[in-house]
Structures are given as C-alpha cells and as structure tokens.
C-alpha cells in the first residue's frame, strides 16, 4: 500500500479554484463517498484536506491509475462537474512525492504567505474529520500524526513563523494600512462571518485599534 494525492490548488489553477472549492455538506458527502469506496476494496484509507487555496485528497492504496481514475470521479461527482474538467488540473503525486509535499504544507511551504500559522489546525481537523467518518484508521493516520509534529517542529525551531501570519491577518493588517497614516484615524469595521476566519480578522482588527462590528447570519 502507497500514498497517492490528487490535489487541486489555487497556485495551478489560479482565479478559477473557486469552481473546485467544495462547501462542508459537500465535503461530507465526499467523506461518505470514500468510505464506500473503502468498503468495497478499492482503497484501503482516505483523507480530504480542504482549505482556501487547496482540494487534497490522500488516500492508501495497492493499485495507482484505477486508484486515481476512481477517486479522480468521486471528487468531480463531489464537485459536481465532469471528471473531464477535474482531472486536466489534478495534480497526482505518489509514494515519497505524496508524503514530501504533505510536510510541505504543514511545514507553511506551499501556503500562499510562506509559514502562515493556520495550516497547521486545517490539517488537524482533517484528521479528525477522516476519522470521525471511519475512513482513516492505520498508516495514512500516522503519517499526519507525523507531519502535525514536523510542522510544530518547523515552527518552535525556525524563524519560518515570525510574527504568526495567516492570510487572514495580513488581510486585516492590509486593510488598515491603507488609511492608518491619516490624523486621529479610528476606523469601524464591518466583519461579516463570525467563524474562524471572521474571528481571526476581528481579533487582528481589534489589537489595531478598530472599532469592529461583527455580522452573523445565525439567528
């Protein structure tokens, strides 16, 4: 059994990622789709790694072109676009090369700003999610185990974290840069989404002395 990757991701396919970007109810039905895939032989294990620059799947299996033709069409059912539009910007990689590029993404490497700080808790949850969905239960487990401690490593041991940037914040800091040289300046700001990323860019907003207003849609 190998690793094998099928990623899709901002820096090959540019403005049009948002067309292989999945929503949660669509990344839970790619999980259950794996698991069929799982159940009937197919692959052994499988991992979805979804973030705002990146569509990886990761799975384990014995055989290489079924294998990625096979996964290649439960992601563009997924998607729901035809595997014809998938597959020409799917990069594949396998064995070391899959496992390399892993440590480059939870070392920071192949984040848009170098060293960003929340790659690290995306691929966390994509553990659990994999695992809470019973698709991730021997060595495609360990091997995130493994790459969770190299990119803490990476970051207590080298100055590749400096300053804690995510692209959330650098965002943030952008925005109040453009005005932040005027005379008594005091901006209020609108930050719409009280998730994660619309709470990092409040908090960022906040320690710069903005006067922020969050909008949520929940009731």
Sequence with gaps: MSVILLSVNEADVGVEFDRFALTRPDEEGLRSALRGLIEDGSIEEALLLCTCARTELYVMAGQFHSTVDEVASVLARALQLPVTEVQPVTRVLYGRAAVRHLLRVTGGLESTIV?????????????????????????????????????????????????????????????????????????????????????????????????????????
């Design 115 to 219: 060293g960003e700080s929340e790659i690290l808790s995306q691929v966390k949850q994509a553990l659990m999610a994999a695992r809470d969905s019973k698709i991730v239960s021997g060595s495609l487990g360990r091997y995130f185990e493994r790459a969770l401690e190299v990119g803490k490593r990476i970051r207590n041991e080298t100055l590749i974290g400096s300053g804690n940037v995510s692209v959330t914040s650098a965002a943030a800091l952008l925005a109040m840069s453009l005005e932040s040289d005027l005379p008594g300046f005091s901006p209020r700001v609108g930050v719409v989404g009280s998730g994660a990323i619309g709470s990092e860019v409040a908090r960022v907003l906040v320690d710069r002395g903005a006067t922020v207003t969050v909008m949520s849609s929940s009731p």
